[in-house]
């Protein structure tokens, strides 16, 4: 079964330009998260989908930022215009229903560099 | 400090040598999860612990929970040279109603053969 994965692994834009990072969850998990992690600092969760519905953004920096997850399916991130300090690396889980009661399974992250 | 806080930031020791990183938290949790990831790679789950549990164990892994303390603490016993990762800590949270776990800074093991 495949794993999460994320998609580009490793992404150079300068400042102004737009990013679109997505991710595929593990077929079948109604949960998708995304977190980020900047210059080796803790891993901030930016939101939650519960299937194509946003169940919590609370952790989304800005209007910059834009996530979608049409159909319940893949989830893309877009950042619009990139900023230096969105430099960092963008993870994705998944994780099957009963969050709190079971583990996250991570993608490999989208690493962005912003110049 | 941040809500799953690993402490110490950086742990380097020899192989075969036991290895403990602690964390600590500050709201109520319903479980504390303890994730690995290695340079370059995805966290990877090693651990969950429920909030009524003290203790739990998992190969070389033990993980003991404070919740008087809200403190965690994970050994990795007999530690090899493939150890050599970051481990991070994350919790639920509690009753405030948010369904996604809070991560720390990680704590970087560096074992050496």
């Known amino acids: 079964e495949a794993g999460v994965t994320q998609f580009p692994s490793h992404s150079v834009i300068e400042k102004g330009q737009t990013v679109t990072l997505r991710c595929d969850p593990i077929?079948?998990?109604?949960?998708l998260y995304w977190y980020r992690r900047v210059m080796g600092k803790e891993i901030k969760f930016l939101l939650h989908?519960?299937?194509?519905?946003?169940?919590?953004e609370s952790g989304m920096p800005n209007n910059r930022f834009l996530a979608e997850r049409t159909g319940g399916t893949y989830s893309t991130l877009k950042v619009q215009p990139a900023e230096l300090e969105d430099s960092g690396v963008y993870f994705c889980?998944?994780?099957?229903?009963?969050?709190?009661?079971?583990?996250?399974?991570f993608g490999e992250g989208s690493r962005l560099t912003v110049l | 400090s941040q809500q799953g806080e690993e402490d110490p930031q950086a742990l380097s020791i020899q192989e075969g040598e036991n290895a403990t990183m602690n964390c600590s938290y500050k709201?109520?949790?319903?479980?504390l999860q303890w994730y690995r990831q290695n340079s370059g790679r995805g966290l990877v789950h090693l651990i969950l612990?429920?909030?009524?549990?003290r203790e739990k164990h998992s190969g070389r892994l033990r993980v003991t929970l404070d919740t008087s303390k809200k403190s965690s603490s994970l050994l990795i016993t007999a530690s090899r040279a493939a150890d050599t990762a970051s481990y991070f800590c994350?919790?639920?949270?509690?009753?405030?109603?948010?369904?996604?776990?809070?991560f720390g800074s990680g704590t970087r093991l560096q074992v050496q053969p």
């Open positions: 889980a998944s994780s099957q229903v009963g969050w709190n009661t079971g583990e996250l399974f």
């Open positions: 077929s079948g998990h109604d949960n």
């Open positions: 989908f519960v299937k194509e519905s946003k169940q919590d």
């Open positions: 709201t109520s949790i319903n479980n």
């Open positions: 612990i429920r909030s009524n549990e």
């Open positions: 994350a919790t639920d949270a509690g009753d405030t109603g948010r369904r996604a776990l809070t």
